[in-house]
């Protein structure tokens, strides 16, 4: 199968996980839930599912992090669902004590592209800015992926492709959910395609036309830069970017880079830490948080003591190295496994994030406090259990008026999906 393909896209992002979905409940699952008692599950946080998808023209399979506004509606996609099948991006309203779901568009499969993973991103106008794995153009089977624009005129959205892959030297599959800086430039990564093959880091500068002139920044090689950028989005901070990339590295466990611009227009590419596999994190799939001092946070999704992922913490030194350390490992038993999501911080400074699995076997909301000596100390605010409950969390959360919202792939009433706003 040509490697371009977005067949090879979807098995990074989503297949490696599906056959897990359809596990029935086992005794192993009670016993599981005894044992969450001695690893500080929690009663007094609140979560409750704000949006059950409906499949169909509704849209499934809400693999997708979340955006919000000034006026509180959160922005997401479905890779599944639609008018054509092919998916979609939704707005969520609120509306007194419910709230309302509107499709702002539904992908065909054809030019406009097909598969939108991981969401959407806002510019300060309120366009939307995403990808979309499939569809385009290109030699892919099944097209290369777009970069898509969806612009609000009167509250009749637009979509525009402002980028179609073709699967060569620009990359191919586009899953990572991508970056806008103040000037309009939008940033992102592929997991395939590029001079080596092995994925790539773009930009997308706007001219004056409404057009975008496309430039790759970075070739990942699968040497020390890694390879296969990841799904997280990338953090635009004093001007550089900061990303993940799942493969590749000096230990073949993935990579945590910067890239910063130099005066000619060129991007030069610094791999700030390569993951040397367990004990240590491997395969690191979400976005990065920095906290106020410039320490960097992320999860990895196997590694660990017991290697069923990580937690884990970048610091600077004055010499202009990275010390990395472990903060949590997931355990066997009832703990959450398998992160591939973002971190948050709450107004304390506690970290929350979701595991993909484990607990009750659809997931967990998970929070890491600070403890003695530098420690962090793991609780489970929420184990997911599926329909009516939302179930399997493959993105993270975000953060507004101290609650917490976030999407999960299936649950919900109709098992398609679900919205969730957790509350700690």
Same mark, same amino acid.
């Given at each position: 199968?040509?490697?371009?393909?977005?067949?090879?896209?979807?098995?990074?992002?989503?297949?490696?996980?599906?056959?897990?979905?359809?596990?029935?409940?086992?005794?192993?699952?009670?016993?599981?839930?005894?044992?969450?008692?001695?690893?500080?599950?929690?009663?007094?946080?609140?979560?409750?599912?704000?949006?059950?998808?409906?499949?169909?023209?509704?849209?499934?399979?809400?693999?997708?992090?979340?955006?919000?506004?000034?006026?509180?509606?959160?922005?997401?996609?479905?890779?599944?669902?639609?008018?054509?099948?092919?998916?979609?991006?939704?707005?969520?309203?609120?509306?007194?004590?419910?709230?309302?779901?509107?499709?702002?568009?539904?992908?065909?499969?054809?030019?406009?592209?097909?598969?939108?993973?991981?969401?959407?991103?806002?510019?300060?106008?309120?366009?939307?800015?995403?990808?979309?794995?499939?569809? @385009?153009?290109?030699?892919?089977?099944?097209?290369?992926?777009?970069?898509?624009?969806?612009?609000?005129?009167?509250?009749?959205?637009?979509?525009?492709?402002?980028?179609?892959?073709?699967?060569?030297?620009?990359?191919?599959?586009?899953?990572?959910?991508?970056?806008?800086?103040?000037?309009?430039?939008?940033?992102?990564?592929?997991?395939?395609?590029?001079?080596?093959?092995?994925?790539?880091?773009?930009?997308?500068?706007?001219?004056?036309?409404?057009?975008?002139?496309?430039?790759? /920044?970075?070739?990942?090689?699968?040497?020390?830069?890694?390879?296969?950028?990841?799904?997280?989005?990338?953090?635009?901070?004093? @001007?550089?970017?900061?990303?993940?990339?799942?493969?590749?590295?000096?230990?073949?466990?993935? /990579?945590?880079?910067?890239?910063?611009?130099?005066?000619?227009?060129?991007?030069?590419?610094?791999?700030?830490?390569?993951?040397? %596999?367990?004990?240590?994190?491997?395969?690191?799939?979400?976005?990065?948080?920095?906290?106020?001092?410039?320490? /960097?946070?992320?999860?990895?999704?196997?590694?660990?003591?017991?290697?069923?992922?990580?937690?884990?913490?970048?610091?600077?030194?004055?010499?202009?190295?990275?010390?990395?350390?472990?903060?949590?490992?997931?355990?066997?038993? %009832?703990?959450?496994?398998?992160?591939?999501?973002?971190?948050?911080?709450?107004?304390?400074?506690?970290?929350? %994030?979701?595991?993909?699995?484990?607990?009750?076997?659809?997931?967990?909301?998970?929070?890491?406090?600070?403890?003695?000596? @530098?420690?962090?100390?793991?609780?489970?605010?929420?184990?997911?259990?599926?329909?009516?409950?939302?179930?399997?969390?493959?993105?993270?959360?975000?953060?507004?008026?101290?609650?917490?919202?976030?999407?999960?792939?299936?649950?919900?009433?109709?098992?398609?999906?679900?919205?969730?706003?957790?509350?700690?």
């Amino acid at each position: 199968m040509n490697t371009c393909c977005h067949q090879n896209i979807a098995s990074i992002f989503s297949d490696l996980h599906r056959w897990r979905f359809y596990h029935p409940a086992t005794v192993l699952s009670l016993f599981a839930a005894v044992l969450l008692l001695g690893i500080g599950a929690t009663k007094a946080s609140t979560t409750e599912v704000i949006y059950s998808l409906a499949g169909d023209e509704d849209g499934e399979y809400a693999d997708t992090d979340l955006a919000i506004d000034g006026v509180g509606n959160l922005y997401g996609s479905t890779v599944l669902g639609g008018d054509f099948g092919s998916g979609t991006v939704w707005q969520l309203a609120p509306s007194g004590n419910s709230w309302t779901h509107t499709v702002l568009y539904s992908f065909t499969s054809g030019p406009d592209g097909s598969e939108p993973y991981k969401g959407v991103t806002l510019d300060a106008q309120g366009n939307l800015y995403g990808t979309a794995v499939a569809g @385009g153009s290109g030699s892919c089977e099944g097209g290369c992926g777009v970069v898509y624009k969806l612009t609000n005129s009167g509250g009749t959205w637009t979509q525009t492709v402002i980028h179609a892959f073709t699967g060569g030297d620009d990359g191919s599959g586009p899953g990572a959910r991508v970056t806008v800086d103040p000037h309009g430039n939008v940033y992102g990564m592929t997991p395939t395609g590029g001079a080596f093959g092995l994925g790539t880091i773009y930009q997308l500068h706007p001219g004056a036309n409404g057009n975008y002139t496309f430039k790759v /920044i970075h070739s990942f090689t699968g040497g020390a830069d890694g390879s296969s950028g990841s799904a997280g989005k990338m953090v635009l901070r004093n @001007g550089n970017l900061y990303g993940a990339a799942t493969t590749g590295g000096a230990f073949a466990s993935g /990579i945590v880079f910067e890239l910063s611009p130099t005066q000619v227009g060129e991007w030069d590419f610094k791999t700030l830490y390569s993951f040397r %596999g367990q004990p240590d994190g491997v395969f690191p799939y979400g976005a990065l948080l920095f906290d106020r001092a410039g320490n /960097i946070f992320g999860t990895t999704y196997y590694g660990g003591v017991n290697g069923i992922g990580a937690v884990y913490q970048l610091a600077p030194t004055p010499t202009d190295e990275w010390r990395e350390r472990v903060l949590y490992s997931f355990a066997e038993g %009832g703990d959450g496994n398998s992160p591939i999501s973002h971190l948050n911080f709450d107004s304390v400074g506690n970290l929350y %994030g979701t595991t993909s699995e484990g607990g009750l076997g659809s997931g967990t909301i998970f929070k890491l406090t600070r403890g003695p000596n @530098g420690s962090w100390v793991e609780s489970l605010p929420h184990l997911f259990q599926g329909p009516p409950d939302a179930a399997f969390p493959y993105s993270g959360m975000i953060n507004r008026a101290g609650s917490f919202y976030g999407a999960t792939t299936h649950g919900g009433d109709n098992d398609d999906g679900a919205i969730y706003k957790f509350t700690p």
